[in-house]
């Protein structure tokens, strides 16, 4: 693991049309995985929930999980 400090789009992608949600791209082997995150202030990284990618097109169904695990958590902050 490096410092980085800016983290190139390969690795850190914004979901368009969301409100700061972003998608960390994993490949490990033939298997690529995403995990979303988002940031608590702009310095904490949180991760809402991660799933093996098998098509182009990320599942709609995964984004709104990870929305919806980022509205419950800025609810109980």
Known sequence: MEY????????????????????????LGSNIFRVFCFFDEGKLVVLAN?????????????IKKALKIKKEYENEK
């Open 4 to 27: 980085a400090e800016k983290i190139p789009s390969t690795y850190l992608k914004h979901i368009e049309n969301t409100d700061g949600l972003f998608e960390i791209r994993i490949q």
């Open 50 to 62: 991660g799933f093996q990618k098998k098509t182009q097109k990320t599942p709609k169904k995964e």
